[in-house]
């Protein structure tokens, strides 16, 4: 144990990862906020109501990803489930975080404009996380239980109206021929790996070392602090995501939208309690939108637009797969970080944060590498960057069984191994996630784009819920220790080996589906009509929005 400046840590690297993160978050608050109370219209070059949709972004993605780390520990050490009731329970939350922004983004779109969204969603997000922190006796037989399942479908509905929209209001700010415009997103995205990073360090350590509702509570404060920056700084926008037609919203209907939305929380509140109906919904609706989409682009669209809407499928159902392994980081890896690894003294849910660091590393080497690469005409395509993407997830759990098994199933894995499987992990999602959103835009007609970026989403969905059912397999309650570690690892080596082979398929169908993309008679339809942040790094699957602005929109 060592004994540091108000707080005790159980290794000299906790200690240290701990209070980087807290200087880290501090200076972005100081110097954002320094930023967006100058007085010049402008500052580095850009308008304040950037740096202001930055803080409000960093905060949210602060509390997200802070109490996303601590979920599964809670679901498991204070709620009582088993590994695998908690797994679906993730699977479902984390399912419905991507459902959630196809409604978000249309009321946003059709009614209520962008702001309003992306307030209504931060009022929701900022109840949600601090009723997490009533934490109760433990149990499932305490009636707490049900203001946590609210907590959760509070987020769930919060981040569906905030993340699909706050992102949309950043290429407002500029004209559609700023050459800013992409410099900004890299500033903005910066905003979300920084609030990701800190998140799972302090709110992780504060959660396991003091108490739930510490780190619940801190992430509450940091999306009340996101709030307040945007209510405050409502000027700096310049009125950009405000309603088309405000007449949509008179006489009291705004109030409907609301009403709709808390109606949205009383379904997801059922939803996450019973995991079956997110399935179905999954199920029904994800695989209506498919047929749909090949409906319309067999029996609408000419033979070169609908062959684009093949390989667009074809890429959103190899997505499933990547998220579907990808995801278990929250879930049964961070479960097996806990119990299985040599963390040095760390809390397995600080090791959250490494994503998002290795994001902030490697996403500039991969936008430099896949230019220079496209000067000398040798970039891959992007079904075979998606092919790459899941043969590294793959890699990333064989890698993990390797050295597992290497030191003994009876001896705690050594920690590099967390350390790899994120690298190559992140690499694939480098891979894929920024990558798919451009491509989503690219090949699909302009009347289109927000049902193809809708089944994205789905697919997303889909990927998450499968995610939890996987690292339900990873359960194995009343085994022993090494037992339940050795069934963690064979479901970790036949996941990895199956993402190998489907990733080397993909490889070697991509000419043919390259061929299905007819890239060299894609024409623009307008000057700048890429989705709003599309093609920026660092990115996440929600980047554009669900509903995006065009650039020749705005």
Partial sequence: MIEGLFFTFDSMFEMWAFWIAVIALAAFLIGGSVLVTRPQAEVLGHPKGLFLLFMAEMWERFSYYGMRALLIFYLVQHW??????????????????????????????QYIGQRKAVLF????????????????????????????????????????????????IVGQLYSRTDLRRDPA????????????????????????????????????FGMLLGLVFFVLGKPLLLGKGEPKDPSKIKGGKEWGIYGAGLAMVALCWAAIQYQEM????????????????????????????????????????????????????????NLFTDRHVDTQGVNASMFQSINAIYIVL????????????????????????????????????????????????????PVIFIFLIYLLHTTGELCLSPVG?????RLSPAHMASLIMGTWFFASATGNFAAGLIAAATGAEGVGEEAGKQVVLDVYSTVGWFAVAIGVGVMVVSPLIKKLMHLDTIKDESIDDDLEGQ??????PQAAGVHPATRNDV
């Fill in 535 to 540: 093609s920026e790094f660092p990115a996440e």
């Fill in 362 to 413: 490697l996403a500039p080497l991969f936008a430099m590498l896949w230019q220079g690469l496209a000067r000398k005409g040798a970039e891959p395509s992007t079904p075979l960057k998606f092919g790459l993407a899941v043969i590294q997830v793959g890699l990333g759990f064989l890698v993990l069984v390797w050295g597992a098994e290497s030191v003994g199933v009876n001896v705690p894995t």
């Fill in 80 to 109: 009582l489930f088993s590994d695998s009731e908690a797994s679906v329970i993730y699977g479902a939350y984390t399912a419905l975080v991507y459902i959630t922004p196809v409604v978000g983004g249309y009321l946003a779109d």
């Fill in 121 to 168: 969603g931060a009022v929701l997000l900022t109840f949600g996380h601090f009723f997490m922190a009533f934490e109760g006796g433990g149990g499932q037989a305490d009636p707490m239980i049900n203001v946590f399942w609210l907590a959760l479908a509070l987020i769930i509905v919060g981040s569906g109206f905030l993340k699909a929209n706050i992102s949309v």
């Fill in 185 to 220: 997103y890299t500033i903005f995205y910066m905003g979300i790996n920084v609030g990701a990073a800190t998140a799972s360090i302090i709110c992780g350590y504060l959660g396991q070392t003091y108490g739930w509702q510490y780190g619940f509570g801190l992430a509450g």
């Fill in 437 to 441: 959103l451009s491509a989503m835009n």
């Fill in 278 to 333: 997110v399935g179905y919904v999954l199920g029904a609706f994800g695989g209506g939108l498919v047929l749909y989409v090949l409906f319309t682009a067999v029996t609408k669209l000419p033979s070169e637009e609908r062959d684009r809407i093949f390989a667009a499928m074809f890429l959103i159902l190899t997505s499933i797969v990547f998220w579907a392994l990808f995801e278990q980081a929250g879930s049964s890896l």
